[in-house]
């Protein structure tokens, strides 16, 4: 990843309009790109239809269409770049719904403690989610704790670790770590009575 000053630079240039300045800013940021989409798809099934470099490049071209945003800085570009991969495999998993009724939901992983923890053992056929009711429960919880929504979408959807989220919302990584364990509990309760 360039400087920071660099891409928030660049970020600034473009959002006065400064259309170049976008067209130098992606290359510099497409490998944070990849490593977000990769690390997203390390979770999903190995049949998922959608793959981590259409994933870049559909985030690429929404990214580029993004007019009316204020860049802030990297951190906000990162934010920015994780709703949009959290939007595309959401309109993805809706889309396949809509071919298959009733059983052709996405299902992923949203345990990721076992990168952070290595005192714990990943089992060995974690219980899959539905990427639509994961959605639609984090809408309710964002609702609630904007935070605790954001933190989800910036780790879950991003990829991001808990220094890089906590860097990214201004925020100390013990927060992160608190809100991210309080967001799964919520979440994993809500999917569930949504089930019944």
Do not use: C
Not at 24 to 40: G, H
């Amino acid at each position: 990843m360039p400087a920071p000053d660099e891409v928030t630079r660049l970020l600034q240039e473009a959002s006065g309009g400064n259309q170049d300045a976008m067209g130098r800013l992606i290359p510099l940021v497409y490998d944070q790109l990849r490593k977000l989409a990769a690390v997203r798809f390390e979770r999903e099934r190995a049949d998922h239809t959608l793959q981590p470099t259409a994933l870049v490049h559909e985030a690429y071209l929404r990214l580029v269409d993004q007019r009316r945003v204020r860049w802030q800085n990297r951190a906000h570009f990162i934010g920015v770049a994780a709703h949009l991969m959290r939007r595309i495999l959401i309109d993805h998993a809706r889309g396949r719904d809509a071919v298959k009724r009733g059983g052709g939901r996405e299902h992923v992983m949203l345990e990721d403690d076992f990168d952070e923890r290595p005192d714990l053992q990943a089992p060995a056929a974690p219980p899959a989610i539905d990427m639509v009711a994961l959605d639609e429960a984090l809408a309710r919880l964002t609702a609630l704790d904007a935070q605790q929504g954001r933190i989800v979408e910036l780790r879950f959807f991003g990829g991001l670790t808990v220094d890089e989220t906590a860097h990214v919302l201004g925020i100390s990584p013990a927060t992160v770590k608190r809100d991210w364990r309080l967001a799964k509990v919520w979440l994993h309760r809500e999917m569930r009575e949504a089930r019944r």
